[in-house]
């Protein structure tokens, strides 16, 4: 480990999927760290790699899928070298995930209190019913209520949000270092989403875990993480804190998610979708792969790719805008009025741009 | 659950009612009499017999009759051995029948599964790709082609089990064989089919998420959540077993229900064909209820009743 706050560093992964029509060059170097206890959000659209980067933590990528370069460093070794066996025993243990659907996660046909104690009787060894009796507790912590008397339901008996939070125990039950929420909330609706989200935070400070959350609702992330990745077709664009992020995004891309989303001040009318759609992953461009789409592109944007520029010692974006002698462009109307938000936040001095690269 | 039930068997008898109808008529439309055999006997012999049997009055006479009959529990005489009830004929002959069936059943049944899952687990590798011929082969070649040539080979050639008769447990294991080929690829079929589709959903991942064994997760998720629709295929399987062991209750001289339904067609024993269509009608039509039943018990999806046990 890099560095000893760190539970997972992640270096210059690339993964492939090899289909009929060619390679799909899915994760196309992709670094990041995962600290103790944080929350670390990854946005983006569909399509740009969030959930296969998560997986490839877990070694659950799909058969075709073959890691062509990087590393997966958690507790000093590599996980993209462990064999099968090996990750059986970090899975559900160490590293855990929750599922986007709720409804077809759980195995209909068993009851929930054993689905909640198999990972104890794999993982820790224990009996049948000790297993079922700490299940129980689990299924208190995450606020079902009653808890004695529905232990031995079958999951169609629950809700879609008593679902998830059944599924939130079975990833938690043994208190992993990492959870892996790949958009927990996006099958659920907004007040049984608020409560899903407040039930992570509340049992991340419990347990004392680090999360990943994956998701393509930005409106999710401020509540709820630390700090922020942006991908975009299989890169990381630009990251940073939540603030930073928010207030003082630097990478079109990134303009273009905020001002798709809508606040509480966003006047009507300034909300507006990326145009275009992503490029595709069997070829993708040469230079930045948002220039296609973005109006700030530069003629460098589809010569070369741009390296990530610090902005500050925790943010980063990958934009040539950041180059000393990029031209100076005006983002759009909101960024700008969020950018003079966080310069009133950070007071004295704007942020400080130079072209180090990570 | 009760109403359910009623309606279930209202439409039971409703159904046997329509089959025996058509069986009957279907059974005048056959060629020949019940005296095409019985060359020697003179115009006036053969006319009192007939109408010792009530083959005189006119068909809707004869059908009313019949169904009436029926409706007083009697499957009528059989014409064949003289005058013994059909009742007592079928009854008499069950035994090695439900036994051939239901051996037949458990081996197809669960080589099935495992061929099946097999399939599914090793979905397009060498084991798959075997496995699928297998079923393939054992749903297209009939059983009575099966029979022949089990009792040619097996039998005969290698003299492993007796070729044909009923007396003893060796005498089953050939028509047993048989009989098993076609649910057994039934079986597979079916499962490969349903576990694939099990293996790819979101349970199974969570399941693999949770660092489960591939065995474990096979045995603990995949194979409950397959075998639940399994249940359904019970019916139609019993129904082509039914039907597979008229001829290969024949070939291997099984004094079975099979064996006398093919005799009693031959001679146009008409009370016989139509006690043991009937009589297999209402087999079926009662395993298929249990069916439903045993899928509401074991599926906790459907079960009725709203709790755990
Ligand atoms: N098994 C696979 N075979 C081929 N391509 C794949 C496979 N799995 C993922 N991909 C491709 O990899 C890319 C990234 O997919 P991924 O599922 O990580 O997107 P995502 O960011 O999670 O999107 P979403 O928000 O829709 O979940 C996509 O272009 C997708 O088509
Ligand atoms: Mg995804």
């Known amino acids: ?358 | 659950m009760r109403k359910y039930l009623l309606k279930r068997i209202l439409y039971l008898f409703l159904t046997l009612f329509i089959v025996a109808t058509a069986t009957f008529f279907l059974m005048k439309l056959m060629p020949g009499t019940p005296l095409q055999n019985e060359a020697k006997l003179t115009a006036s012999e053969k006319a009192s017999i007939l109408a010792q049997y009530g083959l005189d009055k006119p068909v809707w006479l004869q059908y009313i009759t019949y169904i009436v009959g029926i409706f007083h529990g009697s499957l009528g005489l059989s014409f064949q051995f003289s005058d013994q009830a059909v009742s007592y004929l079928i009854g008499s002959r069950m035994g090695p029948s439900m036994q051939l069936g239901a051996q037949a059943l458990v081996v197809g049944v669960i080589f099935g599964i495992i061929l099946g899952a097999i399939g599914a687990i090793k979905k397009d590798t060498w084991a798959d790709r075997l496995a699928t011929i297998l079923s393939i082969l054992g749903i297209a070649v009939p059983s009575f082609v099966l029979a022949i040539l089990f009792q040619y080979y097996v039998g005969l050639k290698l003299g492993w089990f007796p070729v044909a008769g009923w007396s003893g447990f060796a005498y089953t294991v050939l028509p047993t064989l048989a009989l098993a080929a076609s649910p057994l690829a039934e079986t597979a079929r079916f499962i490969r089919t349903d576990m694939v589709d099990v293996l790819s959903s979101d349970y199974i991942e969570l399941a693999k998420a949770k660092g489960l064994s591939k065995f474990g997760i096979v045995y603990h998720h995949a194979l409950r959540n397959s075998l639940i629709p399994m249940v359904t295929l019970i019916g139609p399987l019993a129904a082509a077993l039914m039907t597979g062991s008229m001829v290969v209750e024949n070939i291997f001289s099984v004094p079975g229900i099979g064996e006398q339904f093919v005799k009693s067609i031959l001679v146009n024993d008409y009370p016989t064909i139509m006690g043991v269509t009937i009589f297999y009608s209402a087999l079926l039509c009662v395993l298929l209820l249990l069916t439903d039943i045993v899928y509401g018990i074991i599926d906790p999806r459907i079960r009725l009743s709203g709790n755990g046990d």
């Open chain 1, 1 to 358: 480990m890099e560095n000893p706050e760190n539970v997972i560093e992640v270096r210059n992964l690339e993964i492939n999927f090899h289909t009929y029509a060619g390679e799909v060059k899915a994760i196309r170097d992709v670094s990041f760290d995962l600290r103790k206890g944080e929350t670390l959000a990854i946005v983006g659209e569909s399509g740009s790699g969030k959930s296969v980067t998560t997986r490839s933590l877990m070694g659950l990528l799909a058969p075709n899928a073959e890691i062509k370069k990087g590393s997966i460093m958690f507790h000093g070794d590599d996980i993209i070298k462990k064999s099968e066996k090996e990750m059986q025993h970090i899975r559900g243990k160490d590293i855990a995930m929750i599922f986007q659907d709720p409804m077809t996660s759980l195995d209909p046909t068993m009851r929930i209190g054993m689905q909640i104690a198999e990972p104890l009787m794999k993982h820790k060894g224990l009996k049948k019913k000790e297993a079922i009796a700490q299940a129980l507790e689990m299924l208190k912590l995450v606020g079902i209520t009653n808890p004695e008397g529905r232990i031995n339901d079958y999951p169609y008996q629950f809700s879609g949000g008593m679902r998830q939070r059944i599924v939130i125990a079975i990833a938690l039950v043994c208190y992993p270092e990492v959870l892996i929420a790949d958009e927990p909330t996006t099958a659920l609706d907004v007040t049984i989403q608020a409560q899903i989200l407040d039930l992570m935070k509340d049992l991340q400070n419990r347990i004392d875990t680090s999360i990943i959350f994956i998701t393509h609702d930005l409106g999710v992330v401020a509540g709820m993480a630390d700090r922020v990745a942006v991908m975009y077709a299989g890169k990381i664009v630009e990251y940073g804190t939540v603030d930073e992020i928010f207030f003082n995004p630097q990478h079109p891309y990134t303009w273009g998610l905020l001002n798709s989303m809508p606040t509480l001040d966003t006047e009507g009318g300034s909300l507006s979708a990326i145009p275009g759609t992503p490029p595709d992953l069997l070829d993708p461009p040469v230079g930045d792969a948002f220039a296609a789409r973005s109006d700030y592109a530069m003629k460098i944007d589809t010569q070369q790719e741009p390296p990530f520029f610090k902005v500050s010692d925790t943010h980063y974006a990958a934009t040539w805008l950041l180059h000393p002698d990029a031209p100076k462009v005006t983002p759009p109307a909101e960024i700008v009025r969020r950018q003079q938000k966080f310069a009133a936040m950070q007071k004295p001095e704007a942020p400080i741009k130079s072209d180090t690269k990570e």
